[in-house]
């Protein structure tokens, strides 16, 4: 009886490490549909890759590009934001986490909540926002993702993330030019692919079907959330 409890509870965490994986590879595309919309459609910043908005910030003051500056700032801004109440709402990492914390699913219905509240302005603007409501549209975005960043960061999987991924392209050369088989590497390069194919999506449907951004966003979160919830009420809270 005692083998087959660990071995079920091994099964368990396998299923939830392999429920989490396709979760980041659904974040990651919300994450490049997102970042593509706020360049294309929402003032031509980023909405998670601060590094680039810190960059346009400082171009847009050395210009007197009021809109660039502003709008970069506003980013920079809700994504700090965001990023701080991810981590009061998802927690930290700790040593006795089930593989997905429950904690995780709270934020990321949040970040769900956000998306449709955008969403519902978006839409209401006939897929064109300006103006004010332009930079407050781009804001909610940037929170939503700084949300999605402090919520992976709870799985506590070193090199794990869906919004920076500079560090993800790096891991995944190194790992190549030090020699690791493909397979080591095979999730870092889906995380990758997805952040392509969603950045390539938002932008397809902002030139051909503008109302289908939003939902891009949404089905993408609501996949993830749906899978963290399964997660957690088919395999439970227990530890690592």
């Known amino acids: 009886m005692a083998t087959e409890q660990i071995e079920t ?6 299923n939830a490490g392999r429920a989490r994986d396709r979760a980041a590879v ?11 919309t706020g360049l294309l459609a929402l003032g031509g910043t980023f909405t998670s890759v601060m590094t680039g908005n810190l960059v346009l910030f400082g171009s ?41 914390p429950v904690a995780v699913n709270r934020a990321l219905l949040v970040e769900f909540v956000v998306f449709a509240v955008y969403a519902g302005f978006y839409w209401g603007t006939g897929n064109h926002p300006v103006g004010t409501l ?44 030090s020699g690791k088989p493909l397979r080591d590497v095979a999730h870092s390069g889906t995380l990758l692919i997805s952040l392509v194919v969603g950045a390539a999506a938002a932008a397809a449907a902002l030139r051909w079907a503008e109302g289908l951004v939003p939902a891009i966003q949404l089905l993408g979160v609501g996949f993830a959330l749906g899978l963290g919830m399964w997660s957690t009420r088919r395999h439970g809270q227990a530890p690592r």
């Open 9 to 14: 509870a091994a099964d368990g965490r396998v």
């Open 26 to 36: 659904a974040l990651a595309f919300v994450s490049g549909a997102t970042d593509a």
């Open 60 to 100: 847009g003051l050395a210009q007197s590009d009021r809109d660039l500056y502003l709008h970069a700032a506003a980013a920079i801004a809700a994504f700090v934001i965001g990023a701080a109440v991810g981590t009061r709402v998802a927690g930290t990492s700790t040593s006795t986490d089930p593989v997905w």
């Open 134 to 177: 332009m930079a407050v549209l781009l804001a909610l975005n940037a929170f939503a993702l700084g949300m999605q960043s402090s919520a992976i960061q709870r799985f506590g999987v070193s090199g794990l993330s869906t919004t920076y991924m500079t560090g993800t392209l790096t891991t995944l050369v190194i790992r190549l030019a």
